[in-house]
């Protein structure tokens, strides 16, 4: 009995004792807290001041840096211009225009325009158009892969292979009159002298002029060429 006594005893000092540390801790958060919020006008004024005096170090604000920070975009990249007459336009407008007069996307014909300007003798610039392309045209917003130009000028190229044969054989099939032939290229013509003079090309009248001429001598040579072939078939 005397044993567990002296054992019961401790432990509950032991536990009084804890509990004892936590209120200990308590009162002195509590002490800490009032006497922050009870601090004198004096004290706190004191404060700020060395606050005040802390930050005297810092930069001012609203006052404009005297040295500006270098751009990282290259300097060929600033000065190109091709799309300028499009800002503010949006992709979808673009893409919507493009696809009911053409195959091509409006992602398409941006980079292989791009392609055709950023070619060197070793080959397409594909990693700064890829990442410069926001900054190339006005309703692209985000950067590509070099892999994602590749596929895009590749798609572009195919594209208008496939539409050149399917034009040619509608051409050739004699399935339009010479008339009706005309008319489909007179479209075709201002379609590509409309995305021409978006994309900054200044079409003068004479080259116009001399374009549909070249465009008319080859399809009246396409024409005479269908015919032969038709009329050997014939025999």
Known sequence: MDEDGPKVSTESDRSNGTNADTEIDGESAGEQRQTVAGSSPTEQSSSEDQARAGDDTDPLPNVPDTEPEESDVPEDIQKYARFKKMDGAQYDRVNEFLRDRT????????????????????????TKIGENLPELVPFMTDTYTPQAVNQARSSFEDKVRTAGATFLYGAMCDFFTAEELDDVMYESTEVAKFLLEVEGVDLSVEDELEAEERISSVMREVREASEELREQEDE
């Open 103 to 126: 195959y091509i996307t409006a992602r398409e014909w941006a980079i292989a325009r791009l392609c055709s300007d950023f070619r060197t003798e070793t080959g397409v610039e594909m």
